[in-house]
């Protein structure tokens, strides 16, 4: 997507033709930093740190990881080690080990020598796929959105949205955002409510600037308004990402998307949820029994970033000096909750049988 004018993808190979390029996410919206990474060990960095995050993007990044891995050491034994050091980083969104399973499986019976070409080949066609998967499902929620703008003709259609999950989270278009995006380009009058997201604030700082950018109509709004917007009608319906989605349908997403749903199933809005194929662990049937929730570090919660008025950025201190604090940085909505999953190839119910209605190769 754009950023003033110039076209950017979320992760690239630099013009040197084999370093990586990502925007550091811990610096928006207030700095444009491109970082240029060099090995895996600044590869897993950055997906620790999140300085690139978002479940598709994490496993894009983690591709290229691995072929700079190669590059000093194309022995299977690195190959190996690279795996499963990148696969540690972030245990929740299920399409890092998706992307690693696929890089290993292209390069564990090629000849050392071959395997650093086919590794930059192979990750940038995670990343290509990623990017035509995710402007596919754009075209599958456009017409959502259609509908609901025929039924209010000449006024905004509310769309609620948690978290990052546009093209900062992917490799481009997004997937929550990838139909919001095609609405405004198709001249449907949007409005997103944007949910803040604490604790590291994705969506005040990440969704809003995308969106910003983009020129999609957007309030941001803390994470319990939610509730509160959706009883006085003002919201027509959710549409946010997911970290991986178990063969029943069941959810797992930033923390706070549960208690979205709920509010959604209330008040009765549609709750949507949107994602490629490679966020579907069809090896897991219950998300809250099964799906590894990622604990991060207190200091997330107890602190806070931002920019101070004469353009620092700084981070200070939120909770009371001394206060312990928890951070689980995903839940799982469960199915029922859910109105219909989005993606590349159509929309269907979250229920198993919606999603192999729609994957019928599945395992
Ligand atoms: C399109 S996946 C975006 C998904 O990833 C985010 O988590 P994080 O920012 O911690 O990587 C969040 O759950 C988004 O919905």
Redo the contacts with the bound molecule.
């Keep these: 997507m754009k950023i003033d004018g110039t076209p950017y993808r979320s992760v690239w190979v630099d013009a040197d033709g084999w370093s990586v390029r990502i925007l550091d996410q811990t610096r928006l919206p207030w700095q444009l930093d491109l970082l240029r990474l060099t090995d895996e060990d600044q590869v897993a960095h950055a997906i620790r740190s999140?300085q690139v995050?978002?479940?598709?993007l994490?496993g894009a990044v983690a591709a290229y990881g691995v072929a700079l891995a190669l590059r000093a050491d194309a022995s299977t034994a690195a190959l190996d080690r690279a795996v499963a050091m990148l696969g540690e980083t972030r245990p929740t969104?299920i399409n890092l080990r998706w992307a690693l399973e696929r890089m290993r499986a292209r390069l564990h019976n090629l000849p050392a020598a071959e395997r650093v070409a086919a590794a930059y080949a192979e990750a940038l066609a995670i990343a290509d796929d990623d990017a035509e998967t995710c402007r596919r499902i754009g075209e599958n929620g456009l017409p959502l959105l259609r509908e609901i703008a025929a039924r209010k003709p000449g006024e905004a259609v509310n769309v609620l949205t948690?978290?990052?999950?546009g093209w900062l989270?992917?490799v481009d278009y997004?997937?929550?955002l990838s139909p919001i995006y095609q609405a405004h380009d198709a001249g449907i009058p949007i409005h997103v409510w944007v949910d803040e997201t604490r604790p590291?604030n994705?969506g005040a700082a990440l969704t809003a600037f995308e969106l910003g950018k983009h020129g999609v109509r957007h309030t941001v709004v803390a994470d319990n308004a939610g509730g509160h917007l959706m009883q006085h009608g003002q919201v027509d319906i959710c549409i946010?990402?997911?970290?991986r989605v178990t063969r029943t349908g069941d959810v797992a997403?930033?923390i706070g998307t549960y208690l979205k749903a709920l509010a959604a199933r209330d008040n009765g809005v549609p709750f949507w949820v949107a994602l490629p194929h490679s966020t579907i662990d069809w090896r897991v049937a219950d998300g809250v029994a099964e799906i590894p929730i990622e604990e991060r570090g207190a200091a997330e919660v107890t602190d806070l970033t931002g920019r101070t008025a004469d353009g620092r950025i700084e981070t200070v201190r939120v909770a009371a000096e001394g206060s312990p604090a928890a951070n689980p940085?995903?839940d799982v909505t469960p199915a029922r909750l859910v109105s219909g999953l989005i993606t590349e190839r159509g929309r269907c119910a979250a229920s198993e049988a919606g999603l192999r209605g729609l994957y019928p190769e599945a395992p």
């Design positions: 999140m995050r978002g479940a598709p994490i969104a948690h978290c990052n999950a989270a992917t997004g997937t929550a590291r994705q946010v990402g997911t970290d997403n930033k940085a995903f």
